[in-house]
Nanobody, 123 residues
Framework: QVLLVGSGGGLVQAGGSLRLSCAAS????????MGWFRQASGKEHEFVSV???????YYADSVKGRFTISGDNAKNTVYLQMNSLKPEDTAVYYC?????????????????WGQGTQVTVSS
C-alpha cells in the first residue's frame, strides 16, 4: 500500500503564491507518476499537473505558465509551486500517484490519493 500526505494549502489573495508538497510512503518502489487533481465545490475532479520519475511534466491549460511541478525521486516527494493565483484556483487539491509508465490526465487512472488540502484564493 502507498500513503500520500499532502501539505501547504491555505488562504491567499489573488496574485499570490502557495507551494504544495506531497510525500509518498510505503510500497513506493513501483510509483512512477505523481501529481495533483483539484475539486472545486460542486464540481468534478479536474486535472492540474503530474510528473513522472523520468522528469516529464504535464499541465492543464488553465495553469500553464503559473504552476510548476517538480519531484524529488530520492524523497518520493513532489512539489507544486503555484504563482499568480486566481480565485478560480480555489479548490481542494488532491495528491495522486500511480504505478506504470503511462501518464494519464483522468482521475480514474490514479489508484492512490492523498487526503486533500484546501487552497482558497480571495479576490
Amino acid at each position: 500500500q502507498v500513503l500520500l500526505v499532502g501539505s501547504g494549502g491555505g488562504l491567499v489573495q489573488a496574485g499570490g503564491s502557495l507551494r504544495l508538497s506531497c510525500a509518498a510512503s510505503g510500497r513506493t518502489f513501483n510509483i512512477y507518476t505523481m501529481g495533483w487533481f483539484r475539486q472545486a465545490s460542486g464540481k468534478e475532479h479536474e486535472f492540474v499537473s503530474v510528473t513522472s520519475r523520468s522528469g516529464n511534466t504535464y499541465y492543464a491549460d488553465s495553469v500553464k505558465g503559473r504552476f510548476t511541478i517538480s519531484g524529488d525521486n530520492a524523497k518520493n516527494t513532489v512539489y507544486l509551486q503555484m504563482n499568480s493565483l486566481k480565485p478560480e484556483d480555489t479548490a481542494v487539491y488532491y495528491c495522486v500517484a500511480k504505478a506504470g509508465v503511462d501518464v494519464p490526465t483522468t482521475p480514474d487512472r490514479y489508484n492512490y490519493w492523498g487526503q486533500g488540502t484546501q487552497v482558497t484564493v480571495s479576490s
